[in-house]
């Protein structure tokens, strides 16, 4: 169940629920607020009356809204970041490889409570825990593909890292656009297309030990 599940189930107002299961509540209905209204025309009181609690039962679970909005992203980076190695993990072949790990960033755009503007799109970029935080998500995406392609290539770990770079910012911001311009390539296409692109260049490289470039 997601977050924003969480709230839908446990929103009327007066309901006693265990502590852990209350922040998830909060911060479902944190997540939809901040994706609808932003960081800065958002208010503790939307939030609140969003989860169906007081402003105090907020304030017990997180001191201001920062916090919130720091747990909230947190929680995201790391369901991207997990997607990702899982991805990665899915298969041997890596152009089955590229596939699922396209795939996984637009099923990070399209999830239906639009966490990913947490992520990419955020208002509050000029925070400096929330810069890092997004700084360091977009890194370790990139390590983990970077890592991979040291492995099968042998490059020099600097320049697998550079492909890293290139494969996630590729990803992302590709997914991006075709979420936001109602695109009428459909998504499955839209996934097979950016594989093509990013496979016909990365199996440029050979594999290690090998001549012959990767099929």
Same mark, same amino acid.
């Given at each position: ?8 189930? #446990? ?6 629920? &265990?502590? %852990?299961?209350? %922040? ?7 997540? $939809?607020? /901040? ?8 208010? *503790?009181?939307?939030?609140?009356? %969003? ?11 997180? &001191? ?41 960033? /637009?099923?990070?755009?399209?999830? $239906? +409570?639009?966490?990913? %503007?947490?992520? /990419? ?6 925070? &400096? ?16 593909? +970077? ?8 490059? &020099?770990?600097?320049?697998? *890292?550079?492909? +890293?770079?290139?494969? +996630? ?5 590709? #997914? ?21 692109? #990013? ?17």
């Amino acid at each position: 169940m997601t977050a924003i599940e969480q709230t839908d189930a #446990a929103r009327p107002r007066g309901t006693r629920l &265990p502590r %852990r299961a209350r %922040r998830n509540q909060l911060l479902g209905a944190a997540q $939809e607020v /901040f994706v609808a209204q932003g960081y800065h025309s958002a208010a *503790m009181d939307d939030i609140a009356e %969003r989860a169906g609690v007081s402003k105090p039962v907020l304030y017990q679970h997180f &001191p201001g809204k920062l916090d919130l909005y720091l747990a909230l992203l947190d929680q995201h980076c790391d369901a991207l970041l997990q997607s990702i190695r899982t991805a990665l993990a899915s298969t041997t072949d890596n152009k089955l490889r590229v596939a699922a790990t396209m795939d996984a960033y /637009f099923s990070y755009v399209q999830d $239906e +409570g639009g966490a990913f %503007r947490l992520v /990419f799109e955020s208002d509050l970029t000029n925070e &400096p825990a929330v810069r890092e935080r997004v700084e360091k998500v977009t890194l370790e995406c990139a390590e983990a593909f +970077g890592e991979v392609i040291a492995e099968d290539t042998g490059l &020099p770990k600097d320049e697998a *890292m550079l492909l +890293g770079v290139g494969l +996630g910012g590729l990803s992302q911001v590709v #997914a991006r656009y075709w979420l936001s311009s109602d695109s009428k390539v459909d998504r499955d296409k839209a996934v097979r297309l950016l594989t093509s692109l #990013a496979w016909r260049g990365i199996a440029g490289f050979p594999l290690h030990g090998s001549e012959q470039t990767q099929h």
